[in-house]
């Protein structure tokens, strides 16, 4: 079945420093890969998006590129900064539709 | 253009309660869908609807638990005799067609006492 395995955390690095988050898919057909942000005690964001292979998804100053040869959407970001601590979701949605599968969510800290 | 809404965001239980979680969902948008958070864990898919059906609950339990999306109004997630293991967050997304991005209401966080 379709699924999601996520980098386990929790991460903490220091601001300005390069954040790398894994996430790899099992997947019949192609489907849609998805990054989410959750914030303390909010839901969850989109923060960003890629429907087919080879495409690039990219947000405020995040990226991920939808890798088919390798299964796999690693959410990157160069210079990570305190508002950016929160947890990261990447998620599956199948090109059948209905539900999403979401990874187990990695918990992001920046300190000063 | 309002997001998704939910309400309450928190709600407190005793066991055997009901809970009654409400969801409306973004202007357009005709599908909507609820996952499940437990703590420390990933969402959980719980169930898809589409105005007055349900279309896909595999991810519901089979007891105390039931959906609706009526014609007018918002969605309803209803929890009968709640359990301390109902503790969760409860989150509702929304959205125009089933293969177009979901977009998540804040969440009601349930708590069993």
């Known amino acids: 079945g379709d699924s999601v395995t996520q980098m386990e955390g929790p991460v903490t690095l220091s601001e300005e420093a390069f954040l790398t988050i894994n996430c790899t898919y099992t997947?019949?057909?192609?489907?849609?890969l998805f990054w989410y942000v959750q914030y303390p005690g909010e839901g969850l964001q989109l923060l960003l998006k890629?429907?087919?292979?080879?495409d690039k998804g990219s947000n405020k100053g995040f990226e991920a590129t939808y890798r088919k040869e390798t299964t796999s959407f690693h959410l990157e970001k160069g210079s990570v900064q305190v508002s950016d601590s929160a947890v990261y979701f990447c998620?599956?949605?199948?090109?059948?539709?209905?539900?999403?599968?979401f990874g187990t969510g990695t918990s992001l800290t920046v300190i000063p | 253009n309002a997001g998704v809404m939910q309400n309450p965001r928190h709600l407190v239980r005793r066991r055997g309660q009901e809970a009654r979680l409400r969801c409306s969902p973004m202007?357009?948008?005709?599908?909507v869908y609820w996952y499940r958070q437990l703590p420390e864990e990933g969402l959980k898919f719980m169930v898809y609807?589409?105005?007055?059906?349900?279309?896909?609950e595999s991810g519901m339990p089979k007891e105390r638990f039931s959906a609706e999306f009526p014609k007018e109004g918002p969605s309803i997630l209803r929890i009968q005799q709640v359990v301390r293991g109902d503790s969760a967050a409860y989150f509702c997304?929304?959205?125009?067609?089933?293969?177009?991005?979901?977009?998540f209401g804040p969440g009601t966080r349930l708590l069993v006492l």
């Open positions: 997304a929304s959205s125009s067609d089933p293969l177009k991005t979901q977009y």
């Open positions: 997947a019949t057909g192609y489907p849609s």
């Open positions: 890629a429907t087919k292979a080879d």
């Open positions: 998620a599956l949605l199948p090109n059948t539709g209905n539900q999403f599968y």
């Open positions: 202007k357009g948008h005709s599908h």
């Open positions: 609807l589409q105005k007055e059906n349900i279309i896909d």
